[in-house]
């Protein structure tokens, strides 16, 4: 029996750490001919576009599950003091999945927060510090 | 009562009579139907230590009263009996129209004695029961043997059906309707010890409801509800959304539990999936939230994507390339095997070899066209599938030299995919579930991620909310109602006894779901009890746990990717805490009523 093999990710050009999967009409958002290499880069963007607060803590928000299909990448670099905050963001950069991602106010229940992978919240109020990674989740984790 | 028929069908497949046995309000008053229902009939339609794959060893097809009501999600029913794989309870559902229909044949159960002395098919509608020689389906997969008995005897008739595995008594075979399985613990198994192939059903029999006006007003709203952010995940990416974001928080078991985490995960997930291939969605009857996803391959053939096969035939065996864990998963569904078992022993398996305590060929850590090579040996019980299908206990206790610490299995029964290491409370969950290790019956997964408590310890403080998790769990499994949409719901039991009293007539209140959530666990306690279980059963394989320290002081926080272990001693001090809140003796045993036990020795 033959069995395809898709070509691994890892022939692909590793992308900046906290840069993952732009999608070309997140790209276009940001600006086409904006240079996005960086998190350094995404995030001034985004600050260009008044979508974030420069003064805010650096962080990077990783996407899972639906919402990384609808808003076109898989994490973003941007400022926020809170996870609201960054959520908030999110909801605005990437308009398509404001239908997925209720306002701060509205999220009880629906969405979980990993931070850097380790300790879990369900606060959006919960406070980000510099060099954080967000990781946003579906409440639901039954299988 | 409303809404329930009021009576069971106790039917010996070997001679193919019937006997209709009254079944009283009371019981379903208490017990309600589904999992509750179906424990109660075990008990009252078996006995002390028998034998799981007896001639009178029964089979129970239990509905319930909101089977039938097209509310959401309702199309289930209970499948119960004694595990060949576990020796104890085994509490399996079983999704779609056999629920329907079987309900509709006019029964509120279905229990199921006897051996056919040939391969045979079972019958059930109204008024009648037949069964009928069908042994030229032996050795066709259950979908097969489906679509031959709806060609030849009607295409109304919904069917079950076991595969090759459960022809061969595989300990972890499975009963299939419709691409769905009533998964775990060998019910297949069951059913192929009294040589029926398949059970098929049919009819209309509907229990009109007692207000329908106020039913159809609930129904509208659950239905609302349903396509709300509380079930987005499951109509967006199904189960499979869980892979890659459980591996980033580091509980995606891999290479039998030693880790919780792999670079390689990205090939396995739903993302990956969902952005470059073609899926399609698929639903359960009476569900609008669609959480089954099929990948439709090149040859425009389908496979299920579901997190559990995923994990138990990818991450749990080292095996990253998509293509042969999709194949693999495709294959158990055919053969008729709960991949998580399959998976399971099979991982616990390729440790042992690697570790020189056993020789198989063909079973090795990320050797997929070895671990395709071997499924259809286990289903047949042929060569070196002969030992895998044993099971990972059983298998253990045959290899020993200390291979028993790194059997991932609860009581017998494979863990699933969620590492204890980041999910304690759940860990103790798994180990106190009377079935074994199975998290759809602990729910406990919801506690350690709500950042309430810390995932990566355990205490007494947290057991209240944890068997507040297992009786809902039990009374969304009685209703019915899919687990699936919990997070719909405002309130399990406030929700649930709306349903019930706009159907049945009888007021039910929060307070007599709650109380049913309890009564159930203490009926599955008891029967576990009369099989023989013994407390030392409700713990994790020694794997697990955190080493003990020389010395004292703070353990050394563990390498990423490698799993936190369960400090022992606080694993001692919640399991002895929730002997005390179920109500059972410091030896987590029950003591049930004397009318309990009266009502379960009355003959029908």
Not at chain 1, 36 to 47: D, G, H, I, N, Y
Not at chain 2, 22 to 30: K, N, T, W, Y
Request: net charge neutral; hydrophobic share 40%.
């Amino acid at each position: 029996m033959t069995m395809s093999h898709p070509q691994s990710r890892s022939d692909e050009p590793r992308p900046q750490p906290g840069l993952e999967g732009l999608s070309a009409e997140l790209r276009a958002r940001l600006g086409a001919e904006t240079p996005l290499e960086t998190p350094e880069q995404c995030r001034a963007a985004l600050v260009r576009l008044g979508l974030c607060d420069g003064a805010r803590p650096a962080v990077i928000l990783e996407l899972y599950g639906g919402l990384r299909l609808k808003a076109g990448c898989r994490s973003l670099p941007l400022h926020a003091a809170t996870i609201g905050e960054a959520l908030q963001v999110l909801r605005t950069a990437c308009p398509k999945v404001q239908r997925l991602l209720p306002p701060p106010h509205e999220l009880e229940g629906h969405y979980r927060f990993s931070l850097n992978g380790r300790a879990v919240t369900a606060d959006p109020d919960h406070a980000l510090q510099t060099g954080d990674r967000l990781i946003v989740f579906s409440a639901s984790v039954g299988g | 009562m409303r809404g329930v028929h009021g009576h069971y069908l106790r039917i010996d497949a070997g001679s193919g009579r019937a006997e209709r046995v009254p079944l009283p309000d009371a019981v379903h008053r208490r017990y309600l139907g589904g999992i509750g229902l179906g424990t109660w009939l075990l008990l009252r339609e078996s006995g002390e230590g028998y034998d799981p794959l007896s001639p009178g060893a029964p089979l129970v097809f239990a509905f319930a009263p909101l089977v039938g009501t097209a509310l959401n999600t309702s199309a289930k029913a209970a499948v119960v009996s004694k595990s060949p794989l576990t020796e104890r309870l085994n509490d399996a559902m079983l999704s779609s129209g056999f629920a329907v229909s079987g309900k509709g044949s006019g029964a509120d159960a279905l229990v199921i004695t006897g051996t056919c002395e040939r391969w045979s098919t079972l019958f059930v509608e109204p008024g009648s029961v037949t069964v009928r020689e069908t042994p030229d389906l032996c050795g066709l997969d259950a979908s097969q043997a489906a679509a031959v008995i709806q060609a030849r005897w009607g295409e109304d008739w919904d069917v079950v059906a076991i595969g090759v595995a459960g022809e061969h008594a595989v300990p972890f075979a499975t009963l299939t309707h419709d691409g769905r399985h009533a998964g775990r613990g060998g019910t297949g198994a069951v059913l192929g010890s009294k040589r029926l192939k398949a059970v098929a059903v049919r009819g209309a029999e509907r229990c009109s409801p007692a207000d329908a006006s106020s039913l159809d007003a609930l129904r509208r709203d659950l239905k609302q509800r349903s396509l709300g952010p509380g079930t987005e995940k499951y109509r967006t990416t199904g189960t499979l959304g869980n892979l890659l974001v459980f591996n980033r928080i580091g509980i995606l078991p891999t290479q039998n539990f030693s880790r919780g985490q792999d670079a390689r995960a990205e090939s396995l997930s739903a993302e990956g999936l969902f952005e470059g291939e073609r899926v399609e969605r698929a639903t359960c009857r009476d569900c609008m939230i669609g959480c089954e996803k099929r990948y439709v391959g090149p040859d425009g053939g389908t496979t299920r994507l579901e997190y559990e096969n995923v994990f138990a035939l990818g991450s749990l065996l080292g095996i990253w390339n998509r293509d042969t864990v999709l194949r693999a998963s495709q294959m158990c569904d055919e053969l008729g095997m709960d991949t998580i078992s399959t998976g399971g022993t099979y991982a616990f398996a390729a440790e042992c070899v690697e570790r020189g305590l056993l020789e198989l060929p063909g079973v090795r850590f990320g050797d997929g066209e070895g671990l395709l090579t071997v499924l259809p040996k286990i289903a047949r019980r042929e060569d070196e599938g002969a030992l895998l299908a044993l099971g990972s206990r059983a298998l253990a206790r045959r290899i020993g030299q200390g291979s028993e610490g790194f059997a991932a299995h609860v009581k017998g029964l494979e863990l699933p995919g969620y590492h204890p290491g980041g999910l304690q409370t759940l860990g103790l969950g798994l180990a106190v579930g009377a079935r074994g290790a199975d998290h759809n019956k602990s729910g406990a997964y919801d506690l350690d991620l709500s950042g309430s408590v810390n995932r990566f310890g355990l205490d007494a403080k947290r057991v209240a909310a944890m068997i507040e998790l297992e009786n809902q769990a039990a009374v969304l499994d009685s209703l019915i109602l899919c687990k699936f949409v919990r997070r719909a719901l405002t309130d399990v039991y406030g929700d649930g006894a709306q349903m019930l009293t706009a159907l049945t007539g009888e007021t039910f209140t929060s307070d007599d779901l709650r109380a049913a959530g309890e009564a159930i666990h203490d009926l599955k306690k008891l029967f576990n009890q009369r099989q023989g279980w013994q407390a030392k059963e409700d713990t994790l394989p020694s794997r697990f746990y955190r080493a003990a320290s020389n010395g004292g002081g703070a353990h050394a926080a563990p390498a990423e990717g490698e799993p936190e272990g369960i400090d022992p001693q606080a694993f001692s001090a919640a399991r002895a805490e929730y002997y005390r809140q179920r109500g059972w003796s410091l030896e987590g045993r029950w003591q049930p009523d004397p009318d309990l036990l009266a009502t379960l020795r009355q003959a029908g």
